[in-house]
């Protein structure tokens, strides 16, 4: 082959490399900061008034917040939700899988596959840091393997001591106990748990933008959790300021600055999707209402510019399971918008599948609904009822009516007020039938 027969030949093959790469855009990175114990009622965004969270309320007002997102109303069941793409009634995790007393079962996701296995067979870099109460690390190592990620720093719940064999829960804040792909950390002693985590999702997402590869990280943040602790800032202020859960939001809303900074300081925010959520409500009990013996105001009361909000986490009502939503970066988001869809901690696996490329051939064994649309501002399916359990209990919710497994109806037409339905009101009636019919067929279709 003569020189210029060589050198056509190149052109062609840099040609064709640049047409390929015009045709398949890059694919986007995905941040979920799913925090821990957080009723929307938390934010300013939705019209809180007992926390401060200037940083979330900036991730509102530059993209788009969802007004109706809902989840189970405790842990567990949320979490593995938020993998699968399940209902609890389908997965089978309806309470807290007591990791914390060292427990040998697991979730099982080779029967339940989820959408960081789909991403990282379609080569993107996973990987998940935080809380995982989905399965005990010291006995089950490669868990987070198992269920989709490559990489993981995870608050090791269990532990058993070398010198006298007992097993013990450990702690998430200070003097935490971390495992960092199958070995424990021993650099953090004394580091506050929330600051490490977020130190590794900037190095997992800096070592990925350095490689060109896409990204999913799982940040399951631990803030703001019981145990009340001090945070530095409450340590290092003059006097020390003692642990409450105002503190403690306050400092997780400036984790969260940390991670959109970071993502600034990459380069990468036109193609990377931050999505804050939360698993469940509010503990309640562990919020002192300053009103409290006021008219109406009781001990662990919160405040809304819509009104009072009572109860929290554990319930299947709307104060455990209503939580906050927000997509933010790019700007195909649009900013400040607000969407009154009826959408579910479900629908981030079929949305993260549709951002990413990635093809369902199996949705209809789903419960969830991509909300794409609705992130960018157009029309989408939107939940006709979403369903939510905690133990034993279980509520099957339509945006107006909300039936309890137990029988109660109630009205949930004036939120975040809830009332038991009057029994001779003809559209409870009607609402009552039309739940429980669906409630039944939910609870006929079991995975496992």
Avoid at 259 to 286: C, Q
Avoid at 364 to 386: F, L
Avoid at 399 to 420: H, I
Wanted: with cysteine.
């Amino acid at each position: 082959m003569t020189k210029l027969a060589c050198w056509i030949a190149f052109v062609g093959a840099c040609l064709a490399w640049a047409i390929e790469s015009e045709a398949q855009p890059t694919r986007p990175n995905i941040l979920l900061i799913y925090v821990d114990d957080l009723g929307y009622e938390g934010l300013g965004c939705y019209g809180g008034l007992d926390f401060s969270t200037p940083n979330i309320d900036r991730m509102a007002a530059e993209g788009t917040r969802f007004s109706r997102a809902y989840a189970s109303g405790v842990c567990t069941p949320s979490r593995v939700s938020m993998l699968t793409g399940l209902y609890s009634a389908r997965h089978l995790q309806t309470g807290v899988l007591p990791v914390h007393q060292g427990t040998t079962r697991q979730v099982d996701f080779q029967k339940m596959p989820t959408y960081a296995q789909r991403l990282r067979d379609q080569g993107y870099r996973t990987a998940v840091s935080g809380k995982w109460q989905l399965a005990t690390l010291e006995l089950h190592p490669r868990h987070p393997h198992y269920a989709g990620f490559d990489s993981w720093c995870l608050w090791q719940i269990w532990r058993t001591d070398s010198e006298s064999g007992q097993g013990h829960k450990t702690t998430r804040y200070w003097n935490p106990t971390f495992n960092q792909d199958g070995e424990l950390r021993d650099d953090i002693a004394e580091r506050f748990g929330p600051d490490v985590l977020v130190d590794y999702v900037v190095q997992q997402m800096s070592e990925a933008t350095a490689a060109g590869e896409p990204f999913l990280l799982v940040h399951n943040e631990l803030m703001p959790h019981y145990p009340m602790v001090e945070t530095p800032e409450d340590r290092a202020a003059s006097p020390p300021r003692p642990a409450n859960l105002v503190n403690m939001v306050s400092y997780m809303d400036g984790l969260v600055h940390r991670l959109l900074s970071a993502i600034d300081e990459l380069g990468i925010r036109e193609n990377t999707y931050v999505v804050f959520m939360a698993d469940n409500g509010t503990e309640e009990r562990f919020f002192e209402n300053p009103l409290s013996g006021q008219t109406d105001e009781l001990l662990h009361t919160r405040h809304t510019t819509a009104g009072r909000v009572n109860g929290g986490k554990h319930t299947v009502v709307d104060a455990g399971t209503h939580v906050p939503l927000i997509w933010w970066g790019p700007d195909s988001i649009p900013k400040g918008a607000v969407c009154d869809d009826l959408v579910d901690v479900v629908d981030l696996f079929p949305t993260f599948c549709e951002l990413a490329g990635v093809e369902l051939t199996d949705q209809s064994s789903r419960d969830g609904n991509s909300i794409a649309p609705q992130v960018h501002g157009k029309p989408g399916a939107s939940h006709a009822y979403t369903y939510g359990a905690s133990g034993e209990k279980a509520a099957v919710f339509d945006g107006q009516w909300r039936l309890k497994k137990s029988g109660q109806l109630l009205d949930a037409r004036a939120l975040p007020r809830e009332t038991p339905a009057q029994q001779d009101d003809p559209e409870a009636s009607a609402a009552r039938v039309r739940l429980q019919q669906i409630m039944h067929s939910l609870e006929s279709a079991r995975t496992n």
